[in-house]
């Protein structure tokens, strides 16, 4: 308890010694540091670097522009909060409630979120460069053009996310749950996600070269003109995805499903489809040129001013699929 104190008493003084003109309020600050409840408190601004305030309530609290830098706010109630160009890099967050909180701007690299509630909460512009959201739960989160450049996302729940422009190169997406996720125009280059959910999402216009999505469901995802070119879909269900003008270049499709894909004008020069079902697939004016298509089922595919120039065919199934379309 004597501890405590001290440390507050030391966090108090760090606060007015750092205080700038339109500061937080300071009786709030003093409450939240000896109390650790803090609902609706005027903190804008507030120098709470390195604070413990582990399960501490923050619910609807005004901590905009505030230093949170390495501060315990492990099992913390921050739902509703506002936290606009908060500084929160390698704050621990682990099982915070952050729902529905106001974060656009806020600073959190190498942030330790492991199981955080992060739903409806609004990140636009957000940095989480090597941020952990290992487990966190993201339900309809804004995500727009947030910086999650090495971040930690296996098992996320991000159903029904805006991820629209966000950098997630390199980011670990193991078996995370993406469902109707908006990711147009996101970067996830050299991402990692095998396993993943991606029933349905927007992967328009998306950099997702050299990314590893093996085993990953992608039925009825809108892929257009995206870049999978040097990509890992083996074995990734595709059924019924719009990939018309995606760039396919040399990506890895082994035994990859893409029964009535849509891959008018896709580039898949180069690309591995050896096993392949592309059952009633339109590759109308699609480009193979030098494709493996060995052992590939084509049956009742649209080949119509397809480009097979150099491309395997060996033991590929056509039935169904005039040859006059070759």
């Known amino acids: 308890m004597q501890l405590r104190i001290f440390a507050?008493?030391?966090?108090?003084?760090?606060?007015?010694?750092?205080?700038?003109?339109?500061?937080?309020?300071?009786?709030?600050?003093?409450?939240?540091?000896?109390?650790?409840?803090?609902?609706?408190?005027?903190?804008?601004g507030a120098n709470l670097q390195g604070a413990q305030l582990a399960g501490a309530n923050l619910s609807e609290a005004i901590l905009s522009e505030s230093n949170l830098d390495a501060a315990n706010l492990k099992g913390a109630n921050l739902r509703g909060a506002q936290l606009q160009s908060a500084v929160l890099r390698g704050a621990i967050l682990e099982e915070a409630n952050l729902e529905n909180a106001k974060m656009r701007d806020a600073k959190m690299r190498d942030a330790k979120l492991r199981g955080a509630n992060l739903s409806y909460a609004r990140l636009r512009d957000a940095r989480l460069r090597g941020a952990d959201l290992t487990e966190a739960k993201l339900f309809a989160t804004f995500l727009t053009n947030a910086i999650l450049i090495d971040a930690k996302l296996k098992l996320a729940k991000l159903e029904g996310a805006d991820l629209t422009g966000a950098k997630l190169?390199?980011?670990?997406?193991?078996?995370?749950?993406?469902?109707?996720?908006?990711?147009?125009?996101?970067?996830?280059?050299?991402?990692?996600?095998?396993?993943?959910?991606?029933?349905?999402?927007?992967?328009?216009?998306?950099?997702?070269?050299g990314a590893k999505l093996m085993s990953a469901g992608l039925v009825r995802a809108k892929l257009n003109n995206a870049d999978f070119s040097l990509t890992n879909l083996t074995r990734a269900n595709l059924s019924y995805t719009d990939l018309s003008g995606a760039k396919l270049i040399n990506a890895n499709l082994t035994k990859a499903v893409l029964s009535k894909a849509n891959l008018t004008g896709a580039d898949l020069t180069g690309a591995n489809l050896s096993n392949t079902y592309l059952y009633q697939a339109n590759l109308e004016r699609a480009n193979l040129t030098s494709a493996n298509l060995e052992r590939a089922n084509l049956t009742s595919a649209n080949l119509k001013d397809t480009n097979l120039n150099q491309a395997n065919l060996s033991n590929t199934t056509l039935t169904g699929t005039s040859l006059s379309d070759l």
């Not at 966090?11 to 500061?23: E, N, S, V």
């Not at 996101?186 to 029933?199: E, M, N």
């Open 8 to 44: 507050s008493l030391l966090l108090l003084a760090a606060f007015w010694l750092g205080m700038p003109a339109q500061a937080a309020n300071p009786k709030h600050v003093e409450q939240l540091l000896k109390t650790n409840q803090c609902t609706k408190c005027d903190l804008k």
């Open 169 to 209: 190169n390199q980011a670990d997406l193991d078996t995370a749950n993406l469902d109707s996720a908006n990711l147009t125009n996101a970067d996830l280059s050299a991402a990692y996600l095998p396993d993943a959910d991606l029933r349905g999402a927007n992967l328009s216009n998306a950099n997702l070269a």
